[in-house]
């Protein structure tokens, strides 16, 4: 499994490069605004198969203009299987834009659920890898904005109190207008190592993390678990003119209520699967 790790971490850390290099590599007499933002999860060597699972995607690209040009493009992957028992979830969004007024935003999200019986005096573990990967691109930071932020990890809950047990988390925020940010979470029984390059000043930013680790939770009792591994990303880039801010506010204000409409739908069926 470390032979399997360590090629896992030297491919994330090749695709991030090249991730990070798409957009250093683009030319400024483009007068381009960039933002990407990518998130994966893979879980393996689980010590038990899932009695039940459940995966969600969720995808969103807006694209808004009065002048300018602009391209979103949002995906998500989610997957749970059985047998053998390995679970993958990844998000990517990029949103381009040109010229001026335009405002571009890429979301993705991906859900992924599995139930496990634990009998009494037994080992619960599952070795997980993965990585968060932002990048933006501005050609003129007084006036162009780029964003790109990631949120994902897992919990354990017992079913039986809905408490989490166990627990990961890593998020980032990277913007051109500054308040960048790089956190990790995670409970005691939960062991990992991260590597992290970033290069976080003027008009090319980008921060590339890889990391691995590794759960292992013992039950006195026989007890029913559930896995909830959560991944959303987001990438935005924006020239507003005064004309066009109406109509973003308004963009804005009904993308967020149908994001937050399908998540609450997600929560919702989420509950039932648990039920």
């Known amino acids: 499994m470390q032979k399997y790790l360590g090629f896992t971490h030297r491919f994330l850390l090749l ?11 683009t030319s400024p007499s483009q007068a381009a605004t960039i933002a990407l933002s990518q998130g994966r999860l893979l879980f393996t060597n689980f010590s038990q198969s899932p009695t039940s699972t459940f995966t969600n995607t969720d995808t969103n690209a807006t694209s808004i203009f009065n002048g300018g040009n602009v391209a ?9 299987g059985t047998t053998p028992p390995v679970g993958y979830s990844s998000t990517s969004n990029q949103a381009f834009g040109e010229n001026n007024g ?17 009998n009494n005096n037994t080992h619960f573990s599952f070795n997980f890898t993965g990585d968060l990967n932002l990048a933006t691109f501005t050609d003129n930071p007084q006036q162009e904005i780029a964003s790109g932020s990631g949120n994902l990890g897992f919990a354990l809950i017992n079913l ?27 409970s005691k029984n939960v062991k990992f190592g991260a590597f ?15 990391f691995n680790g590794s759960l292992n939770h013992y039950f006195q009792d026989q007890t029913t678990i559930a896995l909830v591994v959560y991944n959303s990303t987001q990438s935005k880039v924006a020239v507003p003119t005064p004309s066009m801010l109406p109509a973003l506010i308004f963009g804005w204000g009904a993308i967020s209520l149908g994001l937050k409409r399908k998540r609450q739908k997600s929560s919702e069926a989420c509950l039932s699967e648990k039920k």
Do not use: M, P
């Open 15 to 25: 695709t991030t490069s090249w991730l990070a290099s798409s957009v250093l590599l």
């Open 72 to 80: 979103t493009n949002a995906d998500a992957i989610a997957y749970l």
């Open 102 to 118: 335009y405002l571009g935003i890429g979301n993705s999200k991906s859900t992924i659920q599995g139930v496990f019986d634990v």
């Open 160 to 186: 039986a109190n809905n408490n989490v047990l166990d627990y990961f988390q890593i998020a980032g925020s990277l913007t051109t207008a500054g308040n960048d940010i790089l956190t990790y979470q995670n």
């Open 196 to 210: 992290t390059s970033s290069n976080i000043a003027g008009e090319q930013e980008f921060t590339t993390t890889a």
